[in-house]
């Protein structure tokens, strides 16, 4: 192996990997930073766990904990979860997987992950200007009258949306414009459906994150009324704005969550998809609709009865075809032949998580269930369960299937089923009870809290614990197989699609030594 | 903050340390919790029905060696695909009706229902009685209500959004500056039941606590009585004590030299205090009562500009009251 050339070894250097137009480095330097403040949101939200073990004071005072939630969700929002997967998976594999040299545009492909860590400096310096408190939602007016690095961290979310914007653009043009001979739309991996969706997602939405965002800092910084009501604004308007943005956000964060387990399921199954139109047909319906249910964050913002009917019935609407998926990877896991290797754990442990959380989406979708439980840690633990337990662990799986061809290596599977068993239990130790509390009427961002929740905030605590040593568990297991794991062969999961049939062990700068031409399917295995 | 400790301290009436849902105190309460009980079972039944077969092809179909292959690559199914597009939409559009119905429910406020005014600013809650011209304010207020009668509120915030919460009636209702959003109860059962706050709204979000006492219609007469009588007759500096807490001063404010979020109420009166601009004024009577009624005139060096402004809600006797106070702190 080490007499090939590939795209690690064939240059050499800092600058090599700084000014690289290769879409694969360029998807494992986003890999490395997205895991980085993926670290850092962990470490937040440990803190933030160890503080609610107490109704009282525990390890920080009220105004440092309200800092480190804002700073937890907005890092873990925009820093991990929206670029997370299309950035990291998406730029790595979309171009093997279509068979193309490369994205469309390399050097915008380039440019954007600069643009990225850009708004990630950004952001963490309003560390030093004072750390932002308003909730990584910016409600208005409080986010234009507290004090604290608010213009900073909306910059933040403004740079990294022009980030997103450009991954989106080079993902669609790529799809129609480089795909191999032979590759016809329904030959696509769905991983390329589901990355496809998301991009028409993230083109159309951010900009409008990005205007609501500088309406903000313009408010903030001119005094000009558009949000405070004190100045003659409409404080609800910034809500609606935000939604609109930050509703399919969360499709743009599913989506590719969804995309990864449809390639696992299938190739640890060693079975065609079931209902490959459906599943594909499923996630353009899904980024359709997901633009027409943001009210549904706002039924108790004194929005009209009808406005409030009409987005609760898109917002079941929307689950449908969520559903659909979750059944059609079930049909393909029957008759299959299924092997437990890592990846596929953590299908399972997605599929396991995702369901839960699907449902109770179900619970705030209903009208007058929402406006008990809007606000409280019943919400906190529905999004996790869909964020975390959906598209962190489909993340997690993907990292692990392609870490082969990404590094060469084979790491050991026992540690990598351990990291799985314990994300998993410590997940649902942490937000189970949340719901159970949320339901009781534990209010979110509450510092302290009655009496009668502390036995539910302390299992959570002991929780997170469990699922913080197992996500560093999995990454430490990553990181050793580059030292001590196994060389590994070309198409160690007998997968079917290009990036694993045409490549090397490794892929080369270029990819692929000749053009493949593409005949068939990428699910038929034999 | 012994005040805070008794707040958090507060139960939240529940069946049981286990039970999903805090007690019921009133008929919409019960209603709500047949259709959340609804979602739950039939929520419990559809995540069986995703992950007993998980597991069970997990056993059955798992690969016992390393060239097994499936057993089919069989790849759709009319029948089964129509089936669970369409039969989650029967299932869903119970949901969306039966939540529809509790919602118009929650927001249709009877006409004749008695009208209570809420202010949220933060952190706490102001309830003003028009009918009975008294008002209850602070954090851990006690805000006092009949049983069996329709109660309206009225509610507007002084400063950011903050949002009215009452789990034991399955109601919340957003509290905007600007504009007024209405909310309404009916108690069928007395006894204490938290009102929280839960719209984040800065520092002391999570001690936005009042109580609501139910009583009955005699004993809530009393009450209204008693309140009326209590600010008349005590002594200024104690009317003053008592404001201190329930107008929640305590927040930012500590009367033993400590540092808080706004200087310390120890030696004030009398003292010279420096304003943002530079200027120097001396504490005596007038400048206090300005700060009070509206602190943004004279903004004091060094400290946040987030005391609230009490203009309007405080009365002269009051006034006096809070002076008196501030002046016991040599
Ligand atoms: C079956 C599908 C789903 C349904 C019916 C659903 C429904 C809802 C509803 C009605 C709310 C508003 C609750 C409230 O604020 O009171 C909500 C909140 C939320 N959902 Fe979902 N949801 C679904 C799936 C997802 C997915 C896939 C994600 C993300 C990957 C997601 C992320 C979120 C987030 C982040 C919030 C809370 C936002 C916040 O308050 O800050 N949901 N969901
Ligand atoms: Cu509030």
Same mark, same amino acid.
């Given at each position: 192996?080490?007499?090939?050339?590939?795209?690690?070894?064939?240059?050499?250097?800092?600058?090599?990997?700084?000014?690289?137009?290769?879409?694969?480095?360029?998807?494992?330097?986003?890999?490395?930073?997205?895991?980085?403040?993926?670290?850092?949101?962990?470490?937040?939200?440990?803190?933030?766990?160890?503080?609610?073990?107490?109704?009282?004071?525990?390890?920080?005072?009220?105004?440092?904990?309200?800092?480190?939630?804002?700073?937890?969700?907005?890092?873990?929002?925009?820093?991990?979860?929206?670029?997370?997967?299309?950035?990291?998976?998406?730029?790595?594999?979309?171009?093997?997987?279509?068979?193309?040299?490369?994205?469309?545009?390399?050097?915008?492909?380039?440019?954007?992950?600069?643009?990225?860590?850009?708004?990630?400096?950004?952001?963490?310096?309003?560390?030093?200007?004072?750390?932002?408190?308003?909730?990584?939602?910016?409600?208005?007016? +409080?986010? $234009?009258?507290?004090?604290?690095?608010?213009?900073?961290?909306?910059?933040?979310?403004?740079?990294?949306?022009?980030?997103?914007?450009?991954?989106?653009?080079? !993902?669609?043009?790529?799809?129609?414009?480089?795909?191999?001979?032979?590759?016809?739309?329904?030959?696509?991996?769905?991983?390329?459906?589901?990355?496809?969706?998301?991009?028409?997602?993230?083109?159309?939405?951010?900009?409008?994150?990005?205007?609501?965002?500088?309406?903000?800092?313009?408010?903030?910084?001119?005094?000009?009324?558009?949000?405070?009501?004190?100045?003659? #604004?409409?404080?609800?308007?910034?809500?609606?704005? !935000?939604?609109?943005?930050?509703?399919?956000?969360?499709?743009?964060?599913?989506?590719?969550?969804?995309?990864?387990?449809?390639?696992?399921?299938?190739?640890?199954?060693?079975?065609?998809?079931?209902?490959?139109?459906?599943?594909?047909?499923?996630?353009?319906?899904?980024?359709?609709?997901? &633009?027409?249910?943001? =009210?549904?964050?706002?039924?108790?913002?004194?929005?009209?009865?009808?406005?409030?009917?009409?987005?609760?019935?898109?917002?079941?609407?929307?689950?449908?075809?969520? =559903?659909?998926?979750? &059944?059609?990877?079930?049909?393909?896991?029957?008759?299959?032949?299924?092997?437990?290797?890592?990846?596929?754990?953590?299908?399972?442990?997605?599929? !396991?998580?995702?369901?839960?959380? #699907?449902?109770?989406?179900?619970?705030?979708?209903?009208?007058?269930?929402?406006?008990?439980?809007?606000?409280?840690?019943?919400?906190?633990?529905?999004?996790?369960?869909?964020?975390?337990?959906?598209?962190?662990?489909?993340?997690?799986?993907?990292?692990?299937?392609? @870490?082969?061809?990404?590094?060469?290596?084979?790491?050991?599977?026992?540690?990598?089923?351990?990291?799985?068993?314990?994300?998993?239990?410590?997940?649902?130790?942490?937000?189970?009870?949340?719901?159970?509390?949320?339901?009781?009427?534990?209010?979110?961002? +509450?510092?302290?809290?009655?009496?009668?929740?502390?036995?539910?905030?302390?299992?959570?605590?002991?929780?997170?614990?469990?699922?913080?040593?197992?996500?560093?568990?999995?990454?430490?297991?990553?990181?050793?197989?580059? /030292?001590?794991?196994?060389?590994?062969?070309?198409?160690? @999961?007998?997968?079917?699609?290009?990036?694993?049939?045409?490549?090397?062990?490794?892929?080369?700068?270029?990819?692929?030594?000749?053009?493949?031409?593409?005949?068939?399917?990428?699910?038929?295995?034999? | 903050?012994?005040?805070?400790?008794?707040?958090?301290?507060?139960?939240?009436?529940?069946?049981?340390?286990?039970?999903?849902?805090?007690?019921?105190?009133?008929? +919409?309460?019960?209603?709500?919790?047949?259709?959340?009980?609804?979602?739950? @079972?039939?929520?419990?039944?559809?995540?069986?029905?995703?992950?007993?077969?998980?597991?069970?092809?997990?056993? /059955?179909?798992?690969?016992?060696?390393?060239?097994?292959?499936?057993?089919?690559?069989?790849?759709?199914?009319?029948?089964?695909? $129509?089936?669970?597009? !369409?039969?989650?939409?029967?299932?869903?559009?119970?949901?969306?009706?039966?939540? &529809?119905?509790?919602?118009?429910?929650?927001?249709?406020?009877?006409?004749?229902?008695?009208?209570?005014?809420?202010?949220?600013?933060?952190?706490?809650?102001?309830?003003?009685?028009?009918?009975?011209?008294?008002?209850?304010?602070?954090?851990?207020?006690?805000?006092?209500?009949?049983?069996?009668?329709?109660?309206?509120?009225?509610?507007?915030?002084?400063?950011?959004?903050?949002?009215?919460?009452?789990?034991?009636?399955?109601?919340?209702?957003?509290?905007?500056?600007?504009?007024?959003?209405?909310? @309404?109860?009916?108690?069928?059962?007395?006894?204490?039941?938290?009102?929280?706050?839960?719209?984040?709204?800065?520092?002391?979000?999570?001690?936005?606590?009042?109580?609501?006492?139910?009583?009955?219609?005699?004993?809530?007469?009393?009450?209204?009585?008693?309140?009326?009588?209590?600010?008349?007759?005590?002594?200024?500096?104690?009317?003053?004590?008592?404001?201190?807490?329930?107008?929640?001063?305590?927040?930012?404010?500590?009367?033993?030299?400590?540092?808080?979020?706004?200087?310390?109420?120890?030696?004030?009166?009398?003292?010279?205090?420096?304003?943002?601009?530079?200027?120097?004024?001396?504490?005596?009577?007038?400048?206090?009562?300005?700060?009070?009624?509206?602190?943004?005139?004279?903004?004091?060096?060094?400290?946040?500009?987030?005391?609230?402004?009490?203009?309007?809600?405080?009365?002269?006797?009051?006034?006096?009251?809070?002076?008196?106070?501030?002046?016991?702190?040599?």
């Amino acid at each position: 192996m080490s007499s090939h050339t590939n795209y690690l070894n064939a240059k050499k250097g800092f600058a090599s990997w700084a000014l690289t137009i290769d879409h694969k480095r360029i998807g494992l330097m986003y890999l490395v930073s997205i895991m980085s403040f993926f670290l850092l949101g962990g470490l937040f939200a440990l803190l933030l766990r160890t503080e609610l073990l107490t109704p009282a004071h525990t390890i920080v005072d009220a105004k440092r904990y309200n800092q480190l939630f804002t700073l937890h969700g907005a890092i873990m929002v925009f820093l991990v979860i929206i670029p997370g997967i299309p950035a990291s998976l998406g730029n790595f594999v979309l171009p093997l997987m279509l068979g193309a040299k490369d994205v469309a545009f390399p050097r915008i492909n380039l440019a954007s992950y600069y643009i990225y860590v850009l708004g990630a400096i950004v952001a963490l310096s309003s560390l030093f200007v004072g750390a932002i408190d308003t909730g990584w939602t910016f409600y208005t007016p +409080y986010s $234009t009258t507290t004090d604290g690095g608010v213009v900073l961290m909306v910059t933040a979310a403004f740079i990294l949306g022009f980030s997103s914007i450009f991954t989106g653009l080079n !993902f669609i043009v790529t799809t129609h414009k480089l795909r191999a001979p032979g590759m016809t739309w329904f030959r696509m991996p769905l991983f390329i459906w589901g990355i496809y969706s998301t991009a028409v997602i993230q083109i159309m939405a951010t900009p409008v994150l990005a205007i609501t965002l500088l309406l903000l800092i313009v408010e903030r910084t001119l005094k000009i009324g558009i949000f405070d009501p004190v100045l003659g #604004g409409d404080p609800v308007l910034f809500q609606h704005f !935000f939604w609109f943005y930050s509703h399919p956000a969360v499709y743009i964060m599913i989506l590719p969550g969804m995309a990864v387990v449809s390639e696992l399921i299938a190739v640890f199954s060693q079975k065609r998809i079931f209902g490959y139109k459906q599943i594909a047909y499923s996630s353009i319906a899904i980024a359709g609709i997901s &633009f027409l249910v943001w =009210g549904h964050h706002m039924f108790v913002s004194g929005q009209s009865e009808l406005v409030g009917m009409i987005f609760s019935a898109l917002t079941f609407l929307v689950a449908i075809p969520s =559903g659909v998926k979750m &059944f059609n990877w079930l049909a393909t896991m029957n008759q299959g032949s299924i092997s437990f290797k890592t990846p596929m754990l953590w299908a399972l442990g997605f599929f !396991f998580l995702f369901a839960i959380g #699907g449902i109770t989406g179900v619970f705030l979708g209903t009208l007058s269930v929402d406006v008990h439980l809007h606000d409280t840690y019943f919400v906190v633990a529905h999004f996790h369960y869909v964020m975390v337990g959906g598209t962190f662990m489909a993340f997690m799986g993907g990292i692990f299937y392609w @870490w082969p061809k990404m590094t060469g290596k084979m790491y050991s599977e026992f540690w990598g089923a351990t990291s799985t068993l314990m994300v998993v239990v410590g997940f649902n130790v942490t937000f189970f009870v949340q719901f159970l509390m949320g339901a009781q009427g534990m209010p979110r961002r +509450y510092y302290s809290y009655l009496e009668q929740f502390q036995i539910y905030h302390q299992i959570s605590t002991i929780g997170s614990y469990i699922l913080g040593l197992g996500f560093v568990t999995a990454m430490i297991t990553l990181l050793v197989s580059l /030292k001590k794991g196994q060389n590994a062969p070309a198409n160690p @999961w007998k997968a079917a699609s290009l990036e694993w049939t045409h490549t090397d062990v490794i892929p080369i700068e270029h990819n692929f030594h000749e053009q493949p031409v593409v005949t068939e399917g990428p699910y038929e295995y034999r | 903050m012994d005040n805070l400790k008794e707040l958090l301290a507060m139960k939240l009436p529940v069946f049981s340390q286990w039970s999903w849902m805090p007690e019921p105190a009133s008929a +919409y309460a019960g209603e709500f919790d047949s259709l959340f009980f609804f979602l739950m @079972w039939t929520g419990l039944g559809l995540f069986l029905l995703v992950i007993v077969p998980m597991f069970w092809f997990m056993a /059955k179909y798992r690969r016992k060696n390393e060239n097994q292959k499936a057993l089919t690559q069989k790849d759709h199914n009319h029948l089964a695909e $129509t089936l669970w597009t !369409f039969l989650p939409m029967i299932y869903l559009a119970v949901c969306f009706v039966w939540g &529809f119905l509790g919602f118009l429910n929650v927001y249709s406020i009877p006409a004749n229902a008695k009208e209570l005014r809420v202010i949220g600013q933060k952190w706490n809650w102001t309830i003003q009685y028009p009918e009975e011209g008294i008002s209850v304010s602070g954090q851990g207020a006690v805000v006092g209500v009949p049983i069996d009668t329709n109660i309206r509120l009225t509610m507007s915030s002084q400063d950011v959004i903050h949002s009215f919460f009452l789990p034991n009636f399955r109601i919340k209702q957003d509290v905007l500056p600007g504009r007024y959003s209405t909310l @309404w109860f009916r108690a069928d059962k007395e006894g204490e039941f938290p009102i929280l706050c839960t719209e984040y709204c800065g520092d002391y979000h999570s001690n936005m606590l009042a109580k609501l006492k139910v009583m009955s219609k005699d004993n809530y007469k009393a009450w209204v009585e008693n309140l009326k009588n209590a600010n008349n007759s005590l002594a200024p500096k104690d009317l003053g004590a008592k404001l201190y807490q329930s107008k929640a001063c305590v927040t930012c404010h500590t009367t033993d030299g400590a540092p808080r979020i706004g200087p310390t109420f120890k030696g004030l009166y009398g003292s010279t205090t420096e304003l943002a601009n530079g200027s120097k004024m001396k504490v005596d009577d007038t400048f206090i009562k300005e700060h009070i009624l509206t602190p943004t005139k004279t903004p004091i060096k060094g400290y946040p500009p987030v005391m609230p402004a009490f203009q309007g809600q405080l009365s002269e006797v009051e006034i006096n009251g809070l002076i008196e106070f501030i002046k016991s702190f040599k």
